[in-house]
């Protein structure tokens, strides 16, 4: 099959069928004054839910979409949708940025201009990149897992896509949430291939599955741990449904887009430095766009894979092995759990770190030019 284009296309028998779904929203009660305290502020749900019923216009964000070259390949049996945009200096280095959840690839929208064009926001011409955006497997235009253990396979399959696919003999790789782990899992499986790897944040699996016994463990990398384990008790009982019995879940979610908004946009305002205000972060219109994507392809219960299958024993066959190609980091401080340096230089050879002044979990959304700043900086001396 090989590399072939793609265009992003939605029926507008989907875009209908939605409105329709939009308009006979029944409505959860709520006790007085509750907010967003016990999750998604109802006040705030049904303001998005009727911007997104008689405003939001899906063929203008399509188009927007389709400004850049998207691409489909046939990768181990999968199609990978991705986009690919050469770089304009005089000798790209080629990048692969890997998203999370509950994004797509529409997080690295804004970042894609500052990298493969540097020099016309305020960068030089020589620290360009050929930068390519694919969906994970299960998300977005690339098809969905038909089987047990992809999730585990993924660093694999972007390696051949590089360089089987798309000719480079080597690589930088960058991303964060569920991304991140993917471009660890490529630094452990591939190094021959990669120059560095840059990152937002230490891939969750390092604190998941570090073992019981923290005895030498430094007194920051302590309280780092207790942080962490007081913001799972807080804050991730999604993780842990969606974990143990994601498709129960799926079932509702899939069912009603009221219910898939409320699901995805609490998370963008509490993971974001918004301070409470989501849309200080991020228009109706970029935080719709995203969920319209999970909608239409009906992909929520395959993304809920990649908090599932490592729960259940599909691992990548490295996950343990130190990362000894270069790595440089860039910490936004209102990020789930920032972990500390120390903890970090246990699974990698850390050439950089940064702490950012500002900025979340979707640094690439919410600070593109502070990250792609970085990531320029971080790969001068690699290339």
Avoid at 35 to 61: E, N
Avoid at 145 to 164: C, F, I, R, S
Avoid at 320 to 345: I, N, Q, W, Y
């Amino acid at each position: 099959m090989g590399v072939q284009t793609f265009k992003v296309k939605i029926s507008q028998e989907v875009l209908d069928d939605l409105r329709e779904r939009l308009v006979r929203t029944r409505w959860a009660d709520e006790l007085p004054n509750a907010g967003w305290d016990y999750g998604t502020d109802s006040a705030y749900l049904k303001k998005l839910v009727k911007y997104w019923q008689d405003k939001f216009d899906w063929r203008a964000q399509e188009e927007f979409i389709n400004g850049f070259k998207h691409f489909r390949s046939d990768v181990n049996g999968l199609n990978i949708h991705f986009i690919h945009e050469r770089g304009k200096g005089p000798n790209p280095l080629p990048i692969i940025l890997t998203h999370g959840w509950p994004d797509s690839f529409v997080r690295m929208l804004k970042i894609i201009p500052l990298l493969i064009n540097p020099e016309a926001h305020g960068g030089e011409a020589e620290n360009s990149f050929d930068v390519v955006v694919p969906s994970l497997p299960g998300y977005g235009f690339s098809d969905r897992p038909t089987e047990p253990g992809v999730t585990a396979h993924v660093a694999d399959l972007w390696a051949k896509l590089m360089t089987e696919e798309l000719g480079y003999e080597r690589f930088a790789a960058a991303g964060g949430d569920m991304g991140s782990g993917v471009t660890q899992e490529l630094a452990q499986s591939h190094a021959d291939s990669l120059v560095g790897i840059h990152l937002t944040d230490v891939p969750w699996q390092n604190f998941f599955f570090y073992g019981e016994d923290h005895s030498d463990l430094s007194e920051t990398e302590k309280k780092y741990f207790a942080a962490g384990q007081k913001w799972m008790m807080e804050e991730g009982a999604y993780a842990m449904i969606q974990s143990t019995k994601p498709q129960t879940l799926a079932h509702g979610l899939n069912d009603s887009p009221a219910g898939l908004a409320a699901w995805i946009v609490e998370k963008f305002r509490a993971w974001s430095d918004c301070g409470g205000d989501v849309e200080s972060r991020f228009t109706k219109d970029e935080l719709l766009t995203n969920i319209t994507i999970y909608w239409a392809t009906g992909t929520l219960n395959s993304s809920f894979l990649y908090y599932y299958e490592p729960s259940h024993g599909h691992v990548p066959k490295d996950f343990k092995k130190r990362v000894e190609v270069p790595t440089g980091f860039a910490m936004f401080p209102k990020d789930l759990t920032p972990a500390p340096r120390e903890f970090a230089e246990r699974f990698f050879n850390v050439a950089r770190w940064t702490k950012m002044p500002r900025g979340g979990h979707f640094a690439a959304m919410e600070e593109p030019e502070l990250l792609a700043e970085d990531i320029r900086t971080f790969f001068r001396p690699l290339r």
